[in-house]
């Protein structure tokens, strides 16, 4: 359906959220925090970014212009263990 996101672009958009989130204030963290709980909720399906076993090899490029091409499969949210303390 028209609903469906590319898994790829969500991952990217999640990634690149929570490395806002680390240069974020408080109150703009956890805003961003809540959006990726949303978007995690929406595509179980990227939620192999919270887990060591379920990354797909490859490289993270962050800087990618294209989210499609950036990787964030291929890495996990080290950011959440950061914003947690």
């Not at 996101?5 to 989130?21: E, G, P, W, Y």
């Not at 490289?59 to 080290?78: F, H, K, N, R």
Request: proline share 5%; net charge negative.
């Amino acid at each position: 359906d028209g609903k469906t996101l590319d898994q790829n672009r969500v991952a990217a958009f999640i990634k690149r959220m929570s490395t806002a989130a680390l240069n974020s204030g408080t109150g703009e963290a956890m805003g961003l925090l809540s959006a990726i709980r949303f978007l995690f909720i929406r595509n179980p399906t990227v939620q192999h970014l919270l887990d060591n076993e379920g990354i797909l090899p490859g490289v993270y490029i962050p800087d990618a212009e294209d989210p499609e091409m950036c990787g964030a499969q291929s890495t996990l949210l080290w950011e959440l263990t950061l914003l947690s303390k």
